[in-house]
T-cell receptor, first 111, second 117 residues
Framework: DAKTTQPPSMDCAEGRAANLPCNHS???????VYWYRQIHSQGPQYIIH???NNETNEMASLIITEDRKSSTLILPHATLRDTAVYYC????????????FGTGTSLTVIP | GAVVSQHPSWVICKSGTSVKIECRSL??????MFWYRQFPKQSLMLMAT?????????EQGVEKDKFLINHASLTLSTLTVTSAHPEDSSFYIC?????????????FGAGTRLSVL
């Protein structure tokens, strides 16, 4: 599976959009991009995933660049409850189901 | 959405004893479940892949005789930490692979915090 690079930490003002970047320059054609978040002392929560098209659900939007080498998770109106560690994972469904977590981005939403 | 339940949420045990952690998929059947371990201020580390009806597949460096995994049904996987020692104290998290439209999504339990005295 392709490796990912994320900034270790970010701050965002409450009510503003939080844009979390992820670099996956070695991604291959059949690998999906997944985003999870982990609030302190809880299990990870699924947010969104995509292959090459931008995706949106009730939680967030996922923007994948045309060359698929990077992506951005957008939380449109961050709240204090969005404070968490956000993980970007790249995985191919053809090589097993394992998820390998990197170090993620610790997002702090500031009042 | 898919729900994965993990029990217990917190356990304290004496050194040398064994501890069993249960992971259940409540509203779907999971042929594959996963076990992770997380130390403070670190990321999740995959320990093993649990397959219903067959032996678990362990990641490199994880002792299979130390961490016994049983996946006896499509909704239950158990992790037994045998002869636990203080260095086994950690946050253990399970996940299960979804079915149908969510089959490429893993759903995680809330985790079990193990403290070995």
């Amino acid at each position: 599976d392709a490796k990912t690079t994320q900034p270790p930490s970010m701050d965002c003002a409450e009510g503003r959009a939080a844009n979390l970047p992820c670099n996956h320059s070695t991604i291959s054609g059949n690998e999906y991009v997944y985003w999870y978040r982990q609030i302190h002392s809880q299990g990870p929560q699924y947010i969104i995933h995509g292959l090459k098209n931008n995706e949106t659900n009730e939680m967030a939007s996922l923007i994948i660049t045309e060359d698929r080498k990077s992506s951005t998770l957008i939380l449109p109106h961050a709240t204090l409850r969005d404070t968490a560690v956000y993980y970007c994972i790249v995985r191919s469904p053809n090589t097993g189901n394992q998820f390998y977590f990197g170090t993620g981005t610790s997002l702090t939403v500031i009042p | 959405g898919a729900v994965v339940s993990q029990h217990p949420s917190w356990v304290i045990c004496k050194s040398g004893t064994s501890v069993k952690i249960e992971c259940r998929s409540l509203d779907f059947q999971a042929t594959t479940m996963f076990w992770y371990r997380q130390f403070p201020k670190q990321s999740l580390m995959l320990m093993a892949t649990s397959n219903e009806g067959s032996k678990a597949t362990y990641e490199q460096g994880v002792e299979k005789d130390k961490f016994l995994i049983n996946h006896a049904s499509l909704t239950l996987s158990t992790l037994t930490v045998t002869s636990a020692h203080p260095e086994d104290s950690s946050f253990y998290i399970c996940s299960a692979r979804g079915l149908g439209s969510g089959k490429n999504i893993q759903y995680f339990g809330a985790g079990t915090r193990l403290s070995v005295l």
